[in-house]
């Protein structure tokens, strides 16, 4: 999983003024206690949200809720229903940081509801207060998003909550029932009103010193939001290649080098270096991004790497800047400009550096013996925070110590049509090592109005045991895409059904190690 993205997705906030679109109640209430273990979270809306766009627990809500069985909306599409499962005793937080009416604008505050399944709260938990500020951004610190963290903006996979409140206008907050440890303070605003928080378009994010909670309340808490710039291939080489001497073998191996959200100069939000070891199965990924450095070591997840040929001296690799300057010039600049048209559609801009004949430029490498550096340029539509499809493509290819521009594909254009029929579609790649796209198609009935029940796609082995279970709830009609992870699956065949609305259909998938 990207941390960057994790971080920014958690901390999604819409700005304020736009509308005046508001959450009106909750069920549970705020405060409540004796909820029942099995329930339905429910958040009301001043008006009907657009649910076409993303509304989950990574797009839209922050919550310590582990088990999410189901979500389905209300007929007015004023009300989301949260399926949940919930531990007896336990202190439950869900807080709300984005959502969207259908006729525009964005949520005019966050709103956070706590319960317990407990008969009262327990006597061990405090409430932390304090002020967020705008520091040197001179970004007003109202409605901002506030939470308390295991681990604060660093770690492998985002920050953890264990509290979430919002700032009122003035910037004040106070977050409720917070457990005894040591915390760290988190605050977050988007500033561009994109719906994403992320520091290399202008966004703030905040973090505040390790605060101890322990016996009694804790006021006085100052978070001071700051801007952080994307960084350069230089600097995240450089630092990435220091780590990695002190902290990983002598006879490690860099196997690929990627970047996530690229700007039109080549900097980038995060830069990732993956390492390998000889008689190793496990892989290292080094990220850099604007909150610091941070590794993650996994077996299964990267395998596909472990086809690549190691590169020898990455510092002989021309500059991103210099790469991206001739992608700009080659069309790239062009493409960036043609969006097509809907609110949910993002621009994406990875770069790849390595040997990229395992990766989506295979058909455009001369010789298979060589590095490159490779960009994507993309348009993609969000279905869900970690699904989408993609809308229009571009590759261009580079050469490795130059930068200069090999080969270019033309605008590859995927424009969906509003589904008449059910569909699941081949998996793609097939056959894949670890991870692969799966597409399904949702009718509309009359008026675009359908009503599926629950849509299902899980995943079978041979035998008919349930492997996966990749989609359990609701959903609108329209085109989607789900990935399927198969680390930790043996090399076979396995099966994947989807079952909506008296619509069964089941396709053939190979995994290949």
């Not at 604007?290 to 077996?299: A, C, E, I, V």
């Not at 348009?379 to 499809?389: L, N, P």
């Amino acid at each position: 999983m990207r941390i960057a993205t994790t971080i920014l997705a958690l901390l999604l906030l819409p700005l304020i003024g736009l509308s005046q679109f508001s959450i009106t109640g909750s069920s549970p209430s705020d405060g409540a206690t004796s909820v029942g273990t099995s329930t339905t979270v429910s958040i009301t809306f001043s008006a009907p949200v657009d649910t076409t766009r993303p509304f989950d627990d990574n797009s839209s809500y922050v919550t310590n809720i582990d088990n999410i069985t189901g979500q389905y909306w209300s007929t007015d599409s004023r009300t989301v229903n949260i399926v949940v499962v919930l531990q007896p005793d336990s202190v439950y937080f869900l807080g709300v940081f984005s959502a969207h009416p259908q006729g525009g604008g964005s949520l005019s505050a966050p709103y956070a509801t706590h319960f317990t399944t407990a008969s009262s709260f327990p006597p061990n938990l405090h409430s932390v207060s304090g002020t967020v500020s705008g520091g040197t951004t001179g970004v007003s610190p109202s409605y901002a998003i506030v939470g308390m963290t295991v681990n604060g903006l660093a770690g492998n996979n985002g920050p953890v909550f264990v509290g979430v409140s919002a700032a009122d206008v003035n910037g004040d907050f106070t977050i409720p029932y917070v457990p005894e440890g040591t915390w760290y303070p988190i605050a977050a605003k988007d500033v561009n009103g994109d719906g994403d928080i992320d520091p290399s378009t202008g966004d703030v994010v905040a973090q505040s010193d390790a605060v101890v909670v322990s016996g009694g309340n804790v006021t006085g808490i100052s978070i001071v939001f700051q801007s952080y710039a994307s960084a350069s291939f230089g600097d995240a080489r450089d630092s990435i290649l220091a780590y990695a001497q002190n902290n990983l073998p002598a006879n490690r191996e860099l196997r690929r080098v990627d970047s996530w959200n690229a700007d039109s100069v080549g900097r980038a939000s995060e830069w990732q270096f993956y390492y390998t070891t000889p008689g190793n199965s496990a892989v290292t990924a080094i990220r850099f991004e604007p909150f610091g450095l941070s590794s993650q070591t996994q077996t299964g997840m990267w395998d596909y790497l472990f086809y690549s040929k190691p590169i020898p001296n990455v510092a002989a690799a021309a500059l991103a800047d210099s790469f991206v300057a001739h992608v700009e010039n080659q069309g790239g600049r062009e493409f960036r400009y043609q969006a097509p048209a809907g609110d949910t559609v993002v621009f994406r801009a990875h770069l790849n550096l390595g040997d990229l004949n395992w990766s989506q430029f295979y058909q455009m490498i001369p010789d298979t013996n060589q590095f490159y550096w490779g960009a994507q340029y993309s348009y993609d539509r969000r279905i869900t925070s970690d699904s989408s499809y993609s809308l229009q493509s571009k590759l261009f290819l580079g050469d490795f110590a130059t930068g200069n521009i090999i080969a270019v594909t033309g605008v590859d254009e995927k424009l969906p049509q509003a589904p008449v029929a059910f569909a699941l579609e081949q998996n793609y790649p097939n056959p894949f090592n670890p991870t692969t796209n799966i597409g399904f198609r949702l009718p509309a009935g009359q008026a675009g109005i359908a009503d599926f029940g629950l849509v299902r796609l899980a995943v079978y082995d041979l035998l008919g045991r349930e492997v996966a279970v990749l989609v359990n709830e609701k959903k609108a009609p329209g085109t989607y895409t789900v990935q399927f992870d198969g680390s930790g699956l043996t090399s076979g065949v396995y099966f994947y059904r989807l079952q909506a609305g008296g619509f069964v259909q089941t396709r053939k998938l190979l995994l290949l190690r």
